[in-house]
């Protein structure tokens, strides 16, 4: 096994690990969180094929254009959480089945 | 080299292991700023400098601040996550998972033989700054567009609740 293979399959079992929790929790930080550690696993990919294509520059600007997803997400799924929070005084997602309107 | 990118491949998948199964919520955001910072040491390593920084600085560092300024909005005590949520319980099983679907793995690059290409050699042909202002320009909107969004999404937000004091 060379250094690519054992990168893939590292990155795959961050996805596992952040869909298991997507899946297995109802905190919605912590789905938040679960988001973010898969989404370490595509920065890698990106900047994996772009080592083996030999066009490294263009695989960081995929990674900068990712990161700004990411942060976005965390601050979407942040800010969700604490409105749930405020309403519920929980931030189960269960409540959101709550929700009207 | 090789040493440095399975030890900071290694750290990243037990600290992001670490940020699920962790019941704590402030535990979880370190765990995953240290799963972010060996990420970013594994960025360096394979030649992406900038994209390095970028991970070190936005997330390993920005992200957990947003992730902390979140916990501290809400006071839910730590007792009550565990009772109401169950997570040790939940998370239980994840690292059987993980180890038997890294075997699973392993055991089909070994026995398919896989041709995987090797890393090119490093090459200072392009800049990202040229390919990411002249190349990309579209994914320069995008992320305009993303950020507009998170704008707007946090406003909203805020308005919900200056509705509710009223």
Redesign the interface.
């Known amino acids: ?10 990155g ?3 996805i ?3 869909c ?2 997507l899946m ?4 919605l ?2 789905m ?3 988001i ?2 898969a989404m ?1 696993a595509v ?2 990919f990106l ?2 094929a ?16 990712v ?6 997400v ?3 799924g ?6 749930l ?2 309403k519920y ?4 997602v269960r409540n959101l089945k709550q929700l009207k309107g | 080299m090789n040493v440095i990118v399975y030890l900071g491949a290694g750290l990243m998948l037990l600290f992001g292991v670490y940020a699920v199964m962790e019941h704590s919520i402030l535990r979880a955001a370190i765990g995953l700023a240290l799963s972010s910072a060996s990420l970013s040491v594994l960025l360096y390593v394979l030649g992406a400098h900038l994209a390095a920084l970028f991970e070190l600085s936005v997330c390993s560092g920005l992200v957990t601040v947003i992730f902390i300024a979140g916990i501290s909005l809400s006071h839910s005590p730590k007792m009550e996550i565990q009772k109401e949520y169950r997570d040790k319980e939940r998370n239980r099983l994840l690292p059987l998972v993980l180890i038997g679907v890294g075997l699973l793995l392993v055991i089909l690059a070994l026995t398919l033989n896989l041709q995987t290409p090797e890393l090119a050699q490093l090459t200072q042909d392009d800049d990202v700054r040229d390919v990411l202002w002249g190349n990309r320009q579209a994914d320069i909107w995008g992320q305009i567009a993303l950020i507009l969004c998170g704008g707007v999404a946090v406003a909203v937000l805020f308005r919900e609740e200056r509705r509710e004091k009223k």
């Open positions: 096994m060379n250094l690519v293979i054992v990168l893939l399959i590292i795959l079992l961050m596992v690990a952040g298991w929790c297995r929790t109802f905190h930080l912590k938040t969180i679960g973010e550690v370490k920065t890698l900047v994996l772009g080592r083996i294509s030999g066009k490294i520059a263009l695989s960081e600007t995929f990674v900068i254009t990161m700004v997803a990411e942060v976005i965390a601050v979407v942040t800010g969700t959480a604490v409105g929070f405020r005084g929980s931030m189960d």
